[in-house]
């Protein structure tokens, strides 16, 4: 019952949480990229906080209808760190992981159908993303990483594990970003290649069964006529 229930609150919620997120990160890149002033500042700052209160309403929603509350608990950390973190400002990005999370719970279908759409679009997204933190974290660091087009190459040679060392972050925030961009390129990677694997697959057992089918109907056709011969030969006359 409670598995059914927190089921469809998350079918509910999916799309209204992707739409905060996609605001979120809107409001969070013009703040870094603008440094709006004004009521325009106001506006950005109005929805980081609407959209940190939808997270957290979601979290405490799902948390208050999960069937094992500590097993949900101690399996969506990432989610409790998006809502308890969003005063700290290197890491409120952190709020649009949320994203993430609700592309994988329809990942299974759509990966297959979709391999090079999704891999082009979660690439360009996280380097984006990590760019974002990261020139966030280094723009006033003095290291190499002074401008957003340095933090765009950066992250470009990070998520590809290149790496020339031309660019680097020096600050604490923008190593664990990183980290994070490393470990999310060969996460991105795996999952790539296992679902191409997975779509290979899976179209081999289809063939093998269509031929399969194919072969049993060849055979059921030949035992008609051989069934046919024999009854032609038992009714011809005899000489």
Do not use: C
Not at 37 to 55: D, I, N, P
Not at 117 to 146: C, H, K, N, R, W
């Amino acid at each position: 019952m409670y598995g059914e229930r927190l089921a469809r609150w998350e079918r509910k919620v999916e799309w209204p949480l992707v739409i905060a997120a996609l605001l979120f990160l809107a409001a969070y890149a013009a703040q870094i990229l603008a440094t709006p002033e004004g009521v325009v500042e106001t506006v950005a700052e109005v929805v980081l906080k609407t959209t940190w209160a939808l997270f957290l309403l979601d979290y405490v929603v799902r948390l208050a209808i999960a069937e094992r509350r500590w097993t949900w608990f101690w399996r969506h950390l990432l989610d409790l760190a998006i809502v308890a973190l969003p005063m700290f400002r290197p890491l409120r990005l952190m709020r649009f992981f949320t994203i993430i999370a609700l592309i994988q719970r329809n990942t299974g279908t759509m990966l297959r159908g979709r391999v090079a759409m999704f891999t082009i679009g979660a690439t360009a997204l996280t380097v984006f993303v990590a760019a974002l933190a990261v020139y966030d974290a280094e723009q006033s660091s003095g290291g190499p990483i002074s401008t957003f087009g340095d933090a765009v190459w950066w992250a470009f040679e990070t998520i590809t594990t290149v790496g020339y060392g031309d660019y680097y972050p020096v600050t604490v925030t923008g190593r664990i970003v990183a980290v994070g961009l490393m470990v999310g390129g060969i996460a991105l990677i795996g999952v790539v290649t296992a679902t191409l694997a997975s779509w290979i697959v899976q179209r081999v057992s289809v063939e093998a069964e269509e031929a399969s089918a194919a072969t049993e109907t060849q055979v059921e056709a030949l035992r008609g006529e051989i069934a046919e011969l024999k009854q032609m030969l038992r009714e011809a006359p005899r000489a």
